[in-house]
């Protein structure tokens, strides 16, 4: 399985922008893909998680501004990002989590200037 990310760049702070991430290769369902952040210094954490059934799942720190959908038919999620705010800066990476592997894509930046 291979992600391709992108869609990431700069904005001012409380602009927006839409992530995109196409997932190729041997996908079975059921899984979960979903979009998680890095920071400069700190961990990588999970920002918004969708399954193959549609079910959302959101870090209280992007609740309201964030919105995760994808398209089962071309195998590809979206992070919609609204009222983006100077600590959502960091690299946004994709996964797919399968109930045998996981797959990661490599990542995009996202900055947002104050």
């Known amino acids: 399985v291979q992600l391709q990310a992108s869609g990431g760049g700069l904005v001012q702070a409380g602009g927006s922008l839409r992530l995109s991430c196409a997932a190729s290769?041997?996908?079975?369902?059921?899984?979960?893909m979903a979009w998680y952040r890095q920071a400069p210094g700190n961990q990588r954490e999970l920002a918004a998680s969708i399954t193959s059934g549609g079910i959302t799942n959101y870090a209280d720190s992007v609740k309201g501004r964030f919105t995760i959908s994808r398209d089962n038919a071309k195998n590809t999620v979206y992070l919609r990002m609204n009222s983006l705010k100077p600590e959502d800066t960091a690299v946004y990476y994709c996964?797919?989590?399968?109930?045998?592997?996981?797959?990661w894509g490599k990542g995009t930046q996202v900055t947002v200037s104050s």
């Open positions: 996964a797919l989590h399968r109930i045998d592997k996981d797959f």
């Open positions: 290769g041997s996908i079975s369902s059921p899984n979960v």
